[in-house]
């Protein structure tokens, strides 16, 4: 079974530009997941998609990241403009629908590196 | 915001010996999973326990909730240098709808 795909690995860029990130969850999962982990921390979940819905982005900074998932199946993060404190490692992860109330496993990519200079 | 605190933020040990991460999480939730991060990589799904279980195995990994104390620890048992990663709790909140929260990680130096 293939895992989740992520790209690119490793993104550099000057402060104000914009990229893109870009991911493909394991085929059949509903849930997808992305995560800005910084430098020495844990992942901070960024927005979680049903499907193609959006079902938490309360920790997203709406006013540069944007996300979408086409057709439920890849998404893509774009930040404009980046900040230096964007620079982190963007994790994106999928999980299958739960039958129940509790959760499953997630599946992690290897992660987008940012570096905002 | 994270959800969960694990302790210590560090440790190291020599190879062979026991390691013992602790959480430490806010909310009533429905399950606990522990995942591993090696440096530079994604994270990997260890162990899951539900929220009506106290202890749970997986090979050398012993995992044990204590919902009273909102707290979990997670045990690595002879312990081996590949063991050397970065160590996460996550929560499912109850009430929630699959939002799976982070823990700010152990980092785990096993010294061969």
């Known amino acids: 079974e293939a895992g989740v795909a992520q790209s690119p690995r490793y993104k550099i860029i000057e402060k104000r530009q914009s990229v893109a990130f870009w991911c493909n969850p394991i085929?059949?999962?509903?849930?997808l997941y992305w995560y800005q982990q910084i430098l020495g921390q844990g992942p901070k979940l960024l927005i979680q998609?049903?499907?193609?819905?959006?079902?938490?982005d309360s920790q997203l900074p709406k006013d540069r990241f944007s996300a979408e998932r086409l057709k439920g199946v890849d998404s893509t993060l774009k930040i404009q403009p980046a900040k230096l404190e964007d620079s982190a490692v963007y994790l994106c992860?999928?999980?299958?629908?739960?039958?129940?109330?509790?959760?499953?496993?997630?599946?992690f990519g290897e992660g987008s590196r940012l570096t905002v200079l | 915001s994270q959800q969960g605190e694990e302790d210590p933020q560090a440790l190291s040990i020599q190879e062979g010996e026991n390691a013992t991460m602790n959480c430490s999480y806010k909310?009533?939730?429905?399950?606990l999973q522990w995942y591993r991060q090696n440096s530079g990589r994604g994270l990997v799904h260890l162990i899951l326990?539900?929220?009506?279980?106290r202890e749970k195995h997986s090979g050398r990994l012993r995992v044990t909730l204590d919902t009273s104390k909102k707290s979990s620890s997670l045990l690595i048992t002879a312990s081996r240098a590949a063991d050397t990663a970065s160590y996460f709790c996550?929560?499912?909140?109850?009430?929630?709808?699959?939002?799976?929260?982070f823990g700010t990680g152990t980092k785990l130096q096993v010294i061969p």
């Open positions: 992860a999928s999980s299958k629908d739960r039958e129940t109330l509790n959760t499953g496993e997630l599946f």
């Open positions: 085929s059949g999962h509903a849930t």
């Open positions: 998609f049903q499907n193609n819905g959006v079902v938490d």
């Open positions: 909310t009533s939730i429905n399950n």
């Open positions: 326990i539900r929220s009506n279980e």
């Open positions: 996550a929560t499912d909140a109850r009430g929630g709808y699959q939002k799976v929260t």
